[in-house]
């Protein structure tokens, strides 16, 4: 039994055909069926039942898949250990501008040695990145479970209110959801998860937001707000910086006149995922450092 019988036979359960697999793995499609049926003959079950052109699992084959896809996640990381020191991780589009950069400075300072390869991208590209091997942790702002993935929240991160101090803007302790109406808004595109949250916040509580600017660069939402184009809303986390910032004020959001606390709903479990299977020494150090750091995070959420 060989590494590439086992991909072969991963890549089609996963592509769909054989066709798609072949391109997946830039072989050619013969390759892939010989590869299929050699491992039929070695294991002695069928893995695949064929009804004309589409290819089902056999309970067999199931159990096989399984197997199959840890093997090659486990392979992959004896390879890279193999390779000079190095370690491969995902940062999704809200975890760059402050919690990324404090996770690279300690590492650096444990393991200055070690080549650090960073991946950056929504949330999504994030969770593909980490499910394909790419990347053995990944940092996202809305950490959730999926199917052969393990999850790690670090801490509940709420939505806050960033707007500019110039012009006719006036300092607040809350603002309301019912109010976001009346504000020029700059936020995030629709392709991310935090949008498509806002979004349906907005259908909820009949708000029509006044969006003046989409982009999906965080430090680029901050400089225009604070040169005065309108508000955004984002991660508090992401929002501490303006606590103290020159350019800008910082507030929760919350339901109502009446409410003390982050409107429900509107919080997020920022967090690490990794494949299901064991991670390598370097991707520990790293989680242990997330951990630390967000251990930080959560005392100034408590403020």
């Not at 991946?119 to 479970?145: C, F, K, P, Q, W």
């Not at 959001?253 to 990794?274: C, K, N, Q």
């Amino acid at each position: 039994m060989q590494l590439n019988q086992l991909a072969a036979f991963v890549a089609v359960v996963e592509q769909g055909t054989v066709i798609e697999a072949a391109e997946k793995l830039h072989i050619a499609q013969p390759a892939v069926s010989r590869y299929i049926r050699r491992l039929e003959d070695e294991l002695g079950f069928p893995l695949f039942e064929h009804r004309g052109r589409q290819l089902r699992l056999t309970p067999f084959g199931r159990w096989a898949y399984e197997r199959a896809r840890r093997i090659l996640e486990e392979a992959s990381l004896l390879s890279r250990s193999q390779r000079l020191p190095a370690l491969y991780v995902g940062a999704s589009l809200l975890t760059l501008p402050t919690f990324l950069p404090r996770v690279i400075e300690r590492f650096r300072q444990l393991a200055s040695d070690v080549e650090l390869h960073v991946e950056t991208g929504l949330s999504g590209e994030v969770y593909e990145s980490v499910a394909h091997g790419r990347i053995e942790v990944g940092m996202v702002s809305d950490a959730h479970a999926r199917p052969h993935l393990r999850v790690v929240p670090l801490f509940t991160d709420h939505l806050w209110f960033l707007y500019p101090r110039a012009g006719s803007w006036s300092r607040r302790e809350a603002v309301w959801v019912e109010e976001l109406s009346q504000f020029p808004l700059v936020l995030m595109s629709p392709k991310t998860v935090i949008r498509a949250e806002l979004d349906r916040l907005f259908r909820r509580h009949q708000v029509h937001p006044d969006i003046r600017m989409e982009v999906d660069n965080v430090d680029v939402i901050q400089r225009v707000v604070a040169a005065g184009l309108g508000a955004t809303i984002l991660p508090r986390s992401v929002c501490l910086p303006a606590l103290h910032g020159d350019g800008w004020y910082a507030a929760p959001l919350i339901a109502g006149p009446e409410a003390t606390e982050p409107l429900d709903g509107l919080s997020r479990t920022f967090g690490l995922i990794t494949l299901d299977a064991a991670v390598s020494p370097l991707a520990e150090i790293w989680i242990e450092l997330c951990k630390t750091v967000a251990a930080e995070f959560a005392v100034a959420e408590s403020r």
